[in-house]
């Protein structure tokens, strides 16, 4: 599974901005997917994550009533919509694939993603 993240940039604080996450290889729709973020000298922390046809999402706290998860199977994408957007969003944010999980989960650990893209910096100034 190759992931190709896109949509990243930089955006005043209280702006919204749309992460894409393109997906190609194996059948999409046959595994969960999650958004992971970094920011400089913090470890990675969860953002959402989705199972496999969408029907189970998980969001971190610092998120949670401001991002939203989704994904179309068609199009082998999956999404971020990110609204409100703080300082404190700013880091890079990669995609992360599933593989072998179990897919009618939304997985929220890091561990049990096997298959990660190369990130799209998101910046937030106040």
């Known amino acids: 599974v190759q992931l190709q993240a896109s949509g990243g940039g930089l955006v005043q604080a209280g702006a919204s901005l749309r992460l894409s996450c393109a997906a190609s290889?194996?059948?999409?729709?046959?595994?969960?997917m999650g958004w992971f973020r970094q920011a400089p000298g913090k470890e990675r922390e969860v953002v959402a994550a989705?199972?496999?046809?969408?029907?189970?999402?998980y969001y971190g706290d610092s998120v949670k009533g401001r991002f939203t998860i989704s994904r179309d199977n068609v199009k082998n994408t999956v999404y971020l919509q990110m609204s409100s957007l703080k300082p404190e969003d700013t880091a890079v944010y990669s995609c992360?694939?599933?593989?072998?999980?179990?897919?009618?989960?939304?997985?929220?650990?890091?561990?049990?993603?096997?298959?990660w893209g190369q990130g799209t910096l998101v910046t937030v100034s106040s």
């Open positions: 992360a694939a599933a593989v072998y999980g179990t897919p009618a989960t939304a997985v929220s650990s890091s561990a049990q993603y096997d298959h």
């Open positions: 290889g194996r059948t999409f729709g046959n595994y969960g």
């Open positions: 989705i199972s496999w046809n969408g029907g189970r999402t």
